[in-house]
């Protein structure tokens, strides 16, 4: 009797259950496995079983979790190393600090201008209308607070290049 209403109960609920499965899968052929292997589980305990549609679907999260967790502790093996190790974080805190630095050696107006035009990314037209002056005072500003600070960086700033 109870093979017989497990049948009966996997020929109507398979649709839903194979979709449930593809959203935690993403792909056809592992939801099919998955929902395989879950109700094979479930029919060794189809007696004891209250809520049938909801048990088959914690049976597949769980085994969706699973294998998950057995992915993402497993090594991925490449045939070719990367070429490089990523870059250090602290690198980009060296480079700010400097940078700060070197902005803090330039006259008030200079580094008005290079903040407000290329760290708050405002036009030359904003900038020279909050600072008070001309947009030909901007340009050449920011033109000469660039070459000093490339020259006390040794970096071309806008291109991100060590010089």
Do not use: C
Not at 37 to 53: C, F, G, I, N, T
Not at 106 to 125: G, S
């Amino acid at each position: 009797m109870a093979a017989e209403e497990f049948q009966d109960f996997v020929e109507v609920r398979y649709g839903d259950l194979l979709r449930t499965a593809f959203l935690l899968t993403g792909s056809r052929h592992a939801a099919e496995d998955l929902l395989q292997s879950s109700l094979l589980k479930v029919m060794r305990h189809w007696d004891r079983v209250d809520e049938p549609l909801a048990y088959v679907r914690r049976v597949m999260v769980n085994q969706r979790t699973s294998i998950w967790r057995r992915l993402r502790n497993a090594e991925v093996l490449t045939g070719d190393p990367p070429d490089r190790p990523g870059a250090d974080p602290s690198d980009q805190i060296l480079v700010r600090r400097m940078l700060l630095e070197a902005l803090d050696g330039l006259p008030a107006r200079m580094r008005a201008v290079l903040v407000l035009r290329y760290w708050e990314d405002l036009t030359e037209t904003e900038t020279a209308s909050l600072l008070g002056i001309s947009v030909g005072s901007v340009k050449s500003q920011a033109s000469r607070g660039l070459a000093r600070l490339r020259g006390v960086l040794g970096v071309d700033l806008l291109a991100g290049r060590a010089s």
